[in-house]
């Protein structure tokens, strides 16, 4: 019956392909009485050596993933070691005893797989994706390396240059720059406030005895969560992680010790002057960390405020008064503590007016309980999105080893689902007034070097502080796996093609809508219009316009994306599985009934050319535009596919 109405949305559409992941009860989770588990058939083990072991066999297809999680990040540092976490997460991969430098990466990508690492402020994770008849393989390659890697002096002396270019990188990043600078300026105390990467003179200055006792104090095995999830057999798995973790080095440990942050007492401004050709804007409060009680109710008010055009300041300040280029909003919580930030770019000349429009819609909460058809779409906003991270191995062991090793158990992340739900109007009422106060905020702008823009302390305040009457609105009181499905290829009548694969695991649907077209095939003097026609595409049908479109797609829950690329252009979309056939209803609307609106072509153009503009202040996007340009001379790849001023604007 599904599969039908899908076909019938369809019968009518251009599509080059369409490709499907049909997740469970397609239409039968209308009213779901709890929601789904996130740990279902994930068994945790303690080794004797204290290794915490996480196994969740996923059948669905012949891959897996393995994930070393190690409770470790940049705020364990002292201050001369600031960066020592991230340097060490590149010298994991440089040699063991048992494998040379190359080796490590080699025996994972000959295989087919994929291995990579990051560091945050709390943890370093390394991690594989590979086909699970080369399982043994990942299993010993990473733990290998986080049990023996020999930190060569050679090789560290030459990652160290490596680790410096990175940093010199990150200096030509604007955004990076103002993440730095929030940072610097919320934490005054607390390790939060250093770069994870470190400073120049800190990172020259490592040496392999200060690797060495980082390493002898943190990776240790009661420090260490080991997740495993694809297809394989647990009791196969946890044996041969039992046996190569056998000679686990003995090193002392040590618990963290970290300088807590000071109460913040008044608001922070800072306005940085720099060669830039926009103004990048960050509002950041403190909020408690993750276990807290309240970061349900944050993540939710994060949506409300900032997730997509149909959010609060989308549609104030971009869609309304069209004053800036692009804004949001995040819930960034960390173990100790977090920040509730608000960020946008724009014209210098629209600065104090953006201002005035984020307090407005800040003060809006404050003051008035939201409503609730608004508060479900932004709870469904949030389960989606949880939801649709856990569709691959690599998305189910990350929020599995992230539950574990944030706060201490993995069944924290199906806790979490049902707190979000639980969610109430005057839960977002509470914690806006609680955190999104002037004197818990901190501002920071990067400004045009010769811009006459002022940040003041007491205006930014003025605007932000909110008469707290009691609140309008109506206070309350108050199996292992499912065996592997086949792609099955249609091919309609209209010459159609639609793949079809089945995965039961999630209650979620993907869809992939792909034309031929990309820049290989623009017409000479029209570089950048296939992005410009993507862009449009949702910007406005024979039914409904760009807002009608926005408010029904976030309203699921969903996510519905233009793209183009070189070769291709369409749509991409997530679904939870009750909303299977709205969902194909508006994409099909959206690709047969597109109207591209007068009013809204130029919003994209202004869009793409605010685009263009921003990659003067980007060094690599700028890098990558001269190769291409280089290397294709005589081909339609030699232009950005942004294209340029001179093209978007005829």
């Known amino acids: 019956m599904v599969k039908n109405r899908i076909f019938m949305a369809l019968a009518n559409c251009l599509i080059g392909l369409i490709c499907l992941c049909l997740g469970s009860q397609s239409l039968a989770w209308e009213s779901p009485a709890a929601p789904p588990s996130v740990t279902k058939g994930a068994q945790r083990y303690k080794l004797e050596n204290g290794l915490t072991v996480i196994l969740k066999e996923d059948h669905t297809s012949p891959v897996s993933a393995v994930q070393v999680w190690v409770k470790t990040g940049s705020a364990n540092e002292r201050e001369k070691e600031a960066g020592i976490t991230h340097l060490i997460e590149h010298m994991i991969f440089k040699g063991t005893k048992k494998r040379k430098t190359g080796e490590i990466a080699r025996a994972i990508e000959s295989a087919g797989g994929q291995i990579n690492a990051y560091t945050s402020y709390d943890r370093t994770v390394y991690h594989v994706e590979i ?17 023996h890697s020999t930190f060569d002096p050679t090789e560290l002396a030459r990652e160290k240059e490596v680790v410096l270019e990175e940093y010199r990188r990150s200096l030509d990043s604007p955004t990076r720059r103002l993440a730095k600078a929030v940072m610097r300026l919320c934490f005054h105390k607390h390790p939060y406030g250093r770069p994870i990467i470190g400073y120049e003179d800190t990172i020259r200055s490592f040496d392999r005895n200060a690797i060495l006792s980082y390493v002898d104090r943190w990776y240790t095995p009661k420090n260490v969560v080991l997740v495993v999830v694809g297809d394989f057999d647990s009791q196969e798995v946890l044996n041969k992680v039992r046996f190569l973790t056998r000679d686990f080095p003995k090193r002392r440990g040590q618990r963290p010790l970290r300088v807590q942050e000071p109460a913040q007492r008044q608001l922070r401004q800072r306005l940085l002057h720099q060669d830039v050709k926009q103004v990048y804007l960050d509002m950041s409060w403190h909020i408690p960390g993750l276990s807290h009680p309240d970061t349900p109710a944050l993540d939710v008010l994060e949506i409300l405020l900032g997730y997509g055009k149909s959010s609060r300041l989308y549609d104030r300040l971009k869609s309304k008064e069209n004053l800036v280029h692009d804004i949001d909003a995040s819930a960034y919580e960390m173990l100790d503590s977090g920040l509730f930030s608000i960020e946008a770019t724009l014209q210098p000349g629209n600065l104090h007016r953006a201002l005035k429009g984020i307090a407005k819609e800040v003060r809006a909460v404050q003051r008035r309980l939201v409503p609730e058809a608004e508060l479900q779409k932004a709870k469904k906003i949030v389960e989606a999105d949880f939801l649709y991270a856990m569709e691959t191995a690599s998305g189910q062991a990350r929020t599995l080893g992230f539950f574990e090793t944030m706060t201490g158990d993995m069944r924290h992340s199906d806790e979490y689902l049902r707190q979000v739900r639980a969610v109430s109007p005057e839960d977002i009422l509470r914690v806006a007034r609680t955190y999104l106060r002037p004197s818990n905020m901190s501002a920071v702008a990067i400004v045009p070097k010769d811009s006459p823009l002022s940040l003041e302390r007491e205006e930014v305040e003025s605007l932000f502080r909110a008469n707290l009457a009691p609140p309008k609105g109506q206070l309350r009181h108050g199996k292992s796996g499912v065996p592997r499905s086949s792609i099955e290829k249609i091919v309609l009548m209209n010459g159609l093609r639609l793949l079809v694969k089945e995965n039961h695991n999630l209650p979620v649907v993907s869809v992939v809508a792909v034309f031929l077209g ?13 992005g410009f026609v993507a862009e449009m595409l949702t910007r406005g049908t024979t039914n409904m316009s760009a807002r009608d479109i926005a408010l029904v797609v976030e309203g699921m829950g ?25 969902g194909f209803d508006i994409l099909s609307e959206i690709i047969k009934n597109p109207t591209f609106p007068a009013e809204e072509v130029e919003k994209v153009r202004i869009d793409l050319l605010q685009t263009i503009k921003a990659k003067q202040d980007r060094p690599m996007a700028q890098l990558f535009d001269l190769f291409y340009a280089t290397f294709y001379k005589h081909h339609p790849y030699g232009h950005p596919k942004t294209g340029t001023e001179q093209t978007v604007r005829e």
């Open 131 to 147: 086909r699970s008849s080369h399982l043994e393989t990942a299993l010993d390659v990473l733990l290998d390396a986080v049990q």
């Open 518 to 530: 990309g820049s290989r095939l623009e017409p000479n003097g029209k570089w950048g219009i296939s």
């Open 558 to 582: 969903a996510r519905l994306n233009a793209f183009s690329g070189r070769n291709s252009f369409g749509i991409t979309g997530k679904f939870l599985s009750r909303d299977l056939a709205r």
